[in-house]
């Protein structure tokens, strides 16, 4: 539980939570209450977060408002038993549905009817089976809501206020087998997510002394020594301050290869040590992981609702009013009550209304277990529209890890010194191109001098003092704004490297130009066949953007078979051409590293970040983040994104067009009361069977 002033947030645990239905039921129950500032609920993890003023409201009357609901708010660890492959709370269900089943069966039979004239197995049915039906539906009209639970509960009553027992008790038992299949579909969808969050260690062996103990992860404290032996998880983020091994991290990235750590290495919560001891440094814990965090991105963006399910909930809001209106209308011309019973039975709102957040949850669950983090239900809807494709080149195209490749000094200036003052220039710089200086010159074994000015000029270069000479280390454009001049011999040395794909850094002092540092940047492995298949996909046009200069961006681009090239950009620069785009009628996806291409990352319809892992500006930047370099993952999540967004369509339609069907057949009388409770399951049964292929 958070808290901020005088409003806190309370997480709980809602077991029963199957539809959009449930969530805005326990919505406008706790906002009729004062003190509630804010409710979020999470259908995909069965959670809600309340907002409240402790002064006003206790977290008592918050869990029992959700309770008398009809839903449970499970607190501490209470774990439900399992029967067979079933949950627990599932075992009276099954049990319920097995009874009235063998009651019908008897009631057809026939045999009570030399003891009586009534119909007792059908009427017993009519009460089991019928029991929590009407319990949801008085619930429901306690809380002024004419919901799905009441017209099945007024379907129930009428067919038994008519006589007809058997129909009823055959409603009844076709209702009990829809509402399983809706929890049973929406526990199947949640199973990623669910396996995700039962991939975290409970427990972890720290070192106290010359002991080792084994603790609850909770008790863990930054700075501790925890140690890992082969074969166990990593329940802690922190640095590896002995010892070496094999680390799979798939649970964080996805990638199947384990990963080879030694000293110094970080290493992540939930991922498993396959070889070697161990000794791990504590640096984050709890929900400061990268693992909490990705599990909470994951279960919080089920909440952020994809356009086509607002659509989904307008058609819910007005489907229940308009059968209710449809029944009044049959019975009105017909005048037959059996028709007007058959067309509320057979009604199934709630196929539209999970056809949505059933695809959605197991999608982004599935989609994290790769190592894709989607943000958001709205931005799977928009990775199924994109239709154009803009990257960043350095660290995003490229490793982003440049190696200096050829030194060229002039006036008189030799390698070794020029490496020297490039080096002191980029002593504080950030830059790949700058560390990549830094390590050439203390592998010549050079000194890096103190600069005693420094001042950055954004997408150019750096100028800075050393040794009382005003320095320039950057791009032709960066000197010439500075009015110097290249020479012609510069020029041409220049030209030539730049056609080999390298950038080229010019060293300046006092005006005159002292040497050029090439800088080469390797093509990420498995980008060009990535970048093909998006092609295959429809982005024919791929647009790389840098602020490069523009013969290496050609020549990076022309490797990986990309024809429009924009270099030399700012990066506001990047952001104008994105918006041109966008103004143009272009959906737009922008990949890029996640902090310099935050700008871009924003404004494009999604934003892509590489290599989040460990990363809260590559997380909070982008709509999507890669948790691994690997440019495959790219045309995965946009082929992710469209089967999803078809499964809907497909499932909204199924929803709509079979209630149009039924609700003809019903209030015609071509569907009796019985018939319609059978055929009221069917939708379910599709929309489970449609959005399960979205778990393989």
């Known amino acids: ?179 399983f299949i809706d929890s049973f579909t929406m526990e199947k969808s949640r199973k990623a997510i669910k396996d995700l969050i039962d991939m975290a260690p409970k427990t972890a062996r720290v070192k106290r002394g010359d002991t080792e103990i084994e603790i609850p992860v909770e008790e863990v404290k930054k700075g501790d020594i925890v140690v890992v032996k082969p074969g166990e998880k990593i329940p802690v983020e922190g640095v590896i301050v002995s010892g070496s091994g094999s680390v799979n991290q798939a649970p964080i990235t996805g990638e199947s290869i384990p990963v080879g750590k030694k000293e110094g290495d970080i290493v992540y919560a939930a991922t498993i040590n396959q070889l070697g001891v161990l000794f791990i440094k504590v640096t984050h814990t709890g929900q400061d992981t990268t693992y909490a965090r990705i599990i909470k991105l994951v279960e919080e963006a089920e909440a952020s609702k994809a356009p086509v399910q607002r659509i989904a909930d307008r058609f819910a809001a007005y489907f229940t009013p308009a ?28 196929t539209v209304a999970i056809a949505t957040p059933l695809a959605v949850v197991a999608s982004m669950g599935k989609a994290a ?113 500075s009015d110097i001049t290249l020479p012609g011999e510069t020029e041409r040395y220049i030209k030539q490297k730049e056609e080999e794909g390298k950038t080229a850094l010019l060293l300046s002092h006092d005006n005159i130009i002292c040497g050029v540092i090439c800088v080469a940047d390797i093509i990420r492995e498995g980008s060009i066949e990535a970048i093909n298949f998006l092609k295959n996909l429809g982005f024919d046009e791929p647009i790389m953007l840098t602020g490069d200069n523009p013969r290496t961006a050609n020549a990076i681009a022309s490797s990986l078979g990309i024809k429009n090239v924009k270099a030399q950009l700012l990066p506001e620069d990047k952001l104008n051409v994105i918006k041109e785009l966008e103004s143009s009628g272009r959906k737009v996806l922008m990949v890029g590293d996640g902090i310099n291409d935050a700008p871009a990352l924003a404004q494009a319809h999604v934003g892509i970040a590489m290599g989040a892992v460990g990363s809260d500006a590559a997380i909070e930047a982008s709509d999507v983040a890669l948790m691994r370099d690997e440019w495959k993952q790219i045309p995965e999540a946009v082929m992710i994104g469209r089967k999803t967004f078809s499964i809907i369509k497909q499932n909204l339609a199924v929803g709509i067009i079979f209630n149009l069907v039924g609700i003809t057949l019903a209030s015609t009388g071509i569907l009796s009361p019985a018939m319609a409770a059978v055929a009221h399951v069917m939708p379910d049964v599709l929309v489970f069977l449609n959005s399960s292929r979205l778990l393989k």
């Open 1 to 179: 539980m958070t808290k901020h002033d005088n409003i806190k947030t309370l997480s709980l645990t809602v077991k029963g939570l199957d539809c959009a239905t449930c969530a805005e039921k326990i919505e406008k129950a706790l906002m009729r209450h004062e003190g509630i500032k804010g409710i979020t609920v999470y259908l995909g993890v069965e959670k809600a977060d309340i907002q409240f003023d402790p002064t006003i409201i206790k977290e008592k009357s918050i869990i029992d408002t959700i309770n008398n609901l009809g839903y449970k708010v499970v607190t501490g660890k209470e774990e439900a038993p399992k029967i067979f492959f079933l949950k627990g709370e599932w075992t009276f269900d099954i049990l319920r549905i097995g009874i009235v089943f063998l009651l019908i069966v008897l009631s057809l039979t026939g045999i009570t009817k030399r003891l009586s004239p009534i119909d007792i197995f059908s009427i017993i049915a009519i009460v089991v089976g019928g029991y929590p039906l009407i319990k949801h539906a008085y619930i429901d009209l306690r809380e002024k809501a004419i919901t799905a639970d009441v017209f099945m509960a007024l379907g129930v009553v009428a067919a038994s206020a008519i006589g007809e027992f058997r129909s009823a008790a055959i409603i009844a038992f076709f209702m009990l087998i829809s509402e």
């Open 323 to 350: 059968i209710l209106a449809i029944a009044i209308i049959t019975f009105l011309i017909t005048l037959k009550i059996t028709n007007a019973i058959a067309v509320i039975v057979v009604a199934c709102p709630c």
């Open 369 to 481: 277990k790769k190592g894709i983090i989607i943000k958001g239900g709205r931005y799977l809807e928009a990775l199924a529209k994109v239709d154009a494709i803009v990257m960043d080149k350095t660290g995003t195209v490229t490793i982003g890890d440049p190696v200096v490749t050829d030194i060229k000094g002039f006036a008189e200036h030799d390698d070794k010194e020029i490496i020297s003052c490039a080096a002191g220039v980029e002593r504080y710089s950030e830059h790949p191109l700058a560390k990549a200086i830094i390590k050439k010159a203390m592998e010549m074994g050079t000194a890096v001098p103190e600069p005693d000015e420094y001042r950055i000029v954004p997408g150019m270069g750096i100028e800075a003092v050393i040794n009382g000479k005003r320095m320039l280390l950057g791009s032709r454009e960066m000197l010439k704004i």
